[in-house]
C-alpha cells in the first residue's frame, strides 16, 4: 500500500521560529539549503541539525578535519562515534537516518522541521522512532531570497565568468568565414554548435567556474529556448549563446544572453532584435521592491503584442513570447521569485533577478537578451556589462 506523504511529513504553519529544530540529510554538492547552511562542499549526504539555535554537522572521518576548518559556525560531531554506539546497540549497518535518530534523542528533540524535498524514506524511517517530521514549504531558508553584500559579490563574480565565456565565443566567430550553404568555418573546419560550447565551457573552467548546458542554438533552434543546439553554425540568421556558469569556489551561478549573427541580419530579425531589447528596457524599468512580479511579465507580454508579435500555438508549436521574464539567481540557476505570467508575490529588495524576454518565431529564428538585476526599493542595478550587439 502507498502512504500518502502527508502520513509522515505534515505541513508546518508558514512561519517559523529562531528556536524551532531543524535537520536536513543530503550533500552540499547539489542541495543548495545545505551549500547555504555550511558553506563548504560534501559530495556525500551527511547531517545538519540546528537545535536550540546552535548548528551542529555529523561528519565522517574523512570530512570532519575540513568542516572544522571550513565551517566552524557548526559544531562537527564524528559519525564514526555514533556508528559505533549503534552497532553496540545491535544495529548492524547503521544508515544516516539511524545516526541522525541518535543525535536526536542524545539531544532530548522529538520534532525536527525539515525542507519540502526532504526523502520520503528518511522520514519514515525518522517517524517510526517517534520523531516528529514536519515540512516547510517553500524556502527552507527564507533569507536566501535577499542577498547581502557578499553574495552580491559572488554572483557579480560568477556573471563574470560568464562574460568570459561570451567574449571567447563572440570572438570564435568574429573569426569565421562564410562557406557554402552559408556555414560557418572555423580553422578550416566547420564551425557546430558543439564547438562552440567547448570553447565557451573551457574559458569557464580556465576561470574557476564550471558551465553545464550551455546553449548555442542557431536559426529555428532557437525557437525552443532550452535546446542546447546541435550541428553547424550559419551566417546570416540568429544564434542564441545562453551561459550560466557556477563558481567551483562558491557555488553561486551567473546568468547571461545573447544574440547574435555572423554576417547580415534579415529586416525580420533586426526589428526583431529591436523588440526584445525595448522590451527589455521596459521591463528594467518596471523592477523595483513593491512591484507584483506578474506584473513585470505581463507589462513586456503586452508590449510584444502591441509591436505585432502575440503569444499563440502556431502550428503545433508556441511562438511569441511564452517563457517568464526572469527568475531569481544565486545557490540555484533557477530559484525564487519568478517573474511569469502565474506567477505571485511582490519583489524585495535584496533579492536578484535575471531580465530575459525573447521572441521566437520559426521563419525568423529566436532572439533573448539576459541581464542580471539587483532589486533596490528605487528600482533594478543590472550586474551585467557585457555589450549588447546584433550582427559580428
Do not use: W
Not at 524511517?125 to 553574495?151: D, W, Y
Not at 530579425?269 to 528596457?281: A, E, H, N, P, S
Amino acid at each position: 500500500m502507498i502512504r500518502q506523504t502527508s502520513e509522515l511529513i505534515r505541513n508546518q504553519p508558514t512561519t517559523m521560529k529562531p528556536s524551532d529544530n531543524l535537520l536536513m540529510i543530503a550533500d552540499s554538492e547539489h542541495d543548495a539549503d545545505m551549500l547555504y547552511a555550511v558553506g563548504m562542499f560534501v559530495p556525500d549526504p551527511f547531517i545538519y541539525l540546528r537545535a536550540r539555535g546552535r548548528a551542529s554537522i555529523v561528519m565522517s572521518d574523512l570530512e570532519i578535519d575540513r568542516a572544522r576548518r571550513q565551517a566552524p559556525h557548526c559544531r562537527a560531531l564524528p559519525l564514526s562515534r555514533y556508528q559505533k554506539k549503534l552497532r553496540a546497540a545491535g544495529v548492524k549497518s547503521p544508515k544516516l537516518s539511524d545516526v541522525a535518530n541518535a543525535v536526536l534523542r542524545e539531544k532530548g528533540i522529538r520534532r525536527v522541521f525539515v525542507p519540502h524535498s526532504f526523502p520520503l524514506g528518511l522520514a519514515d524511517e525518522l517517524s517510526r522512532n517517534g520523531i516528529s517530521v514536519k515540512a516547510r514549504p517553500g524556502q527552507f531558508f527564507p533569507q536566501r531570497g535577499h542577498k547581502t553584500p557578499a553574495e552580491v559579490k559572488k554572483i557579480s563574480a560568477a556573471l563574470i565568468m560568464a562574460e568570459i565565456g561570451m567574449a571567447e565565443a563572440m570572438q570564435v566567430l568574429r573569426s569565421t568565414k562564410i562557406g557554402r550553404d552559408r556555414r560557418l568555418i572555423y580553422r578550416n573546419a566547420p564551425l557546430t554548435s558543439e564547438k562552440l560550447r567547448a570553447v565557451i565551457d573551457t574559458a569557464i573552467i580556465q576561470v574557476n567556474g564550471l558551465a553545464a548546458h550551455t546553449i548555442v542554438a542557431g536559426g529555428v533552434q532557437g525557437c525552443d529556448p532550452h535546446e542546447r543546439g546541435f550541428g553547424p553554425l550559419r551566417a546570416h540568421e540568429p544564434i542564441i549563446l545562453d551561459i550560466f556558469p557556477r563558481s567551483q569556489q562558491t557555488g553561486y551561478f551567473g546568468d547571461i544572453t545573447r544574440t547574435v549573427v555572423r554576417g547580415r541580419a534579415s529586416e525580420g530579425v533586426r526589428r526583431l532584435y529591436d523588440t526584445v531589447g525595448r522590451g527589455q528596457k521596459l521591463a528594467f524599468g518596471k523592477v523595483r521592491a513593491g512591484v507584483p512580479t506578474a506584473g513585470v511579465h505581463g507589462a513586456v507580454l503586452k508590449f510584444f503584442a502591441e509591436q505585432g508579435y502575440k503569444t499563440a500555438r502556431r502550428d503545433g508549436r508556441m511562438v511569441g513570447f511564452f517563457h517568464g521574464t526572469g527568475h531569481g539567481l544565486g545557490l540555484q540557476i533557477h530559484e525564487p521569485p519568478r517573474m511569469g505570467l502565474n506567477s505571485a508575490g511582490q519583489l524585495e529588495a535584496g533579492q536578484m533577478v535575471t531580465v530575459e524576454p525573447g521572441l521566437y518565431y520559426p521563419e525568423l529564428g529566436g532572439v533573448r537578451l539576459e541581464d542580471v538585476a539587483f532589486v533596490t526599493q528605487n528600482g533594478a542595478r543590472n550586474l551585467t556589462r557585457f555589450e549588447k550587439v546584433l550582427e559580428l
